[in-house]
């Protein structure tokens, strides 16, 4: 089993940096692809983006691509999501979710089946 805390979220502007984290609990972190996904009011939790356990593979969906940038620190047991030139359309519920069934590709990583383990979702809001 692997516990995942969300943090970081809160209310920015349009234009606007944030990051947020996960930390992670249980089942070593360091052995686990991770992900992000996004839930807006009204529509599906949908991809964001991912990072294979040793960083070396990461995934992003086309809608955040050259804005947000994910990474990990696994001896701090947390993974990261560097958020920049938000816009309204960020806004949503963000998850953190490990323990991918598979290999890290664009198939793999958009499916929310694959994944095991969520966290409970920190809030982003992105005012105009």
């Known amino acids: 089993q692997v516990q995942l805390v969300e943090s970081g979220g809160g209310l920015v502007q349009t234009g606007d940096s944030l990051r947020l984290s996960c930390v992670a609990s249980?089942?070593?972190?360091?052995?686990?692809?991770m992900g992000w996904f996004r839930q807006a009011p009204g529509k599906e939790r949908e991809f964001v983006a991912a990072?294979?356990?040793?960083?070396?593979?990461?995934l992003y969906a086309d809608s955040v691509k050259g804005r947000f940038t994910i990474s990990r620190d696994n001896a701090k047991n947390t993974g990261y999501l560097q958020m920049s030139s938000l816009e309204p359309e960020d806004t949503a519920v963000y998850y953190c979710?490990?323990?991918?069934?598979?290999?890290?590709?664009?198939?793999?990583?958009?499916?929310?089946?694959?994944?095991?383990?969520w966290g409970q979702g920190t809030q982003v809001t992105v005012s105009s």
């Open positions: 249980g089942r070593p972190f360091s052995t686990s692809h």
């Open positions: 979710a490990a323990g991918l069934h598979g290999i890290p590709t664009q198939t793999t990583v958009t499916s929310r089946d694959r994944w095991a383990y």
């Open positions: 990072i294979s356990w040793s960083g070396s593979i990461t």
